[in-house]
């Protein structure tokens, strides 16, 4: 196994969604594991200026549109706008990072586990309750996670891995990158998989 | 043949440049026409509040980066990011719009001529003498359009076709309507040629 994909995703991010169900198969398929890095994409924002896309004149109603039309050409069955769109990220996000310093490969099944709540199920994981519950049915321990949420050293390991995520050029959701090249949007995963299976073009 | 598929494009979007160099081939690939509508980003950024993508932060320098891949990727290889860049693109649509209702085919022609002189050969299209050279040299009549410019008329023209792109929910550049359904960006080809192909998904 050569460097594994660096995956940066917000779990309020409908294409990030779309993203997660593709990314580890297509990894995979070329001997790459995925490093999972939830990040929280209104700080990335405030860097950028963006807004989301939803909420901007035009492109909202475009974007929604697109969204459940790139879902079912992907395959993607189970997806939906969630009824409260979007969300703050922080409980999920910090509940990924604090599995993540203990038992990696339970943390990317939380990541997934949190994901599929919020946009198949429609569970609002902004609530820390309810992430937690999510996160425990997966598999980790309830209230050790729900205490993450509030444990000031996690608030600090997100913090910073958001800041990595900007300096590394990280400036929306799915983002990628692989041996140092970035690839923006479920839109590349063409374009990244050429780069898996051929190298730099 | 059925409906054309309407592509929209701004002279100065190097997706949309890319884009023009596929999107005949895959239409006609299914009996369909391509009906081009230059349109004018800057007037219809004011209405979505965006900016250029080279301009913003972060995403600025991912851009540039993706744009030249995006070209390898897609088989272009006289893709080159201008010295001026963006420009204003009003000259170059004036004249395509102008020559549109006289000639189609030659509109065209000349549109795909002015689009290459910008981005494969570094021509500033912004000045109307030499976007009425590029246009004169692919077989327009070289006073003529240069006049059409500066003809209120045509000016009027314009302004209509990108308040009327603007109406159809047109957010950006490339921009497609097929049978009433939107595609907007390069990376949505894969999806517009399946809606082609066997129809709505």
Request: proline share 6%.
């Amino acid at each position: 196994m050569t460097a594994p994909v660096d995956f940066y995703f917000d779990f309020s991010s409908p294409y990030g969604y779309l993203a997660a169900q593709r990314i580890e198969g297509l990894a995979l398929a070329h001997g790459r594991e995925v490093d999972w890095h939830p990040v929280l994409l209104g700080v990335i924002f405030k860097e950028t200026g963006a807004v989301p896309l939803t909420q901007v004149p035009i492109k909202g109603d475009y974007s929604r549109r697109d969204m459940v039309r790139s879902a079912r050409f992907h395959g993607i069955d189970d997806f939906r706008l969630p009824s409260r769109f979007p969300i703050p990220t922080q409980a999920a996000a910090r509940i990924v990072i604090a599995l993540k310093a203990q038992d990696v490969a339970l943390s990317t099944h939380v990541a997934k586990a949190l994901y599929r709540a919020y946009f198949a199920d429609d569970v609002d994981i902004s609530d820390p309750e309810a992430a937690a519950d999510v996160a425990g049915r997966a598999g980790a321990n309830r209230d050790r996670v729900r205490a993450a949420v509030d444990d000031a050293a996690v608030k600090d390991a997100l913090r910073k891995e958001v800041a990595r995520a900007i300096e590394r050029g990280v400036c929306g959701s799915p983002f990628f990158i692989v041996d140092g090249e970035p690839f923006w949007g479920l839109d590349r995963l063409p374009q990244l998989e050429r780069w898996l299976g051929s190298g730099p073009y």
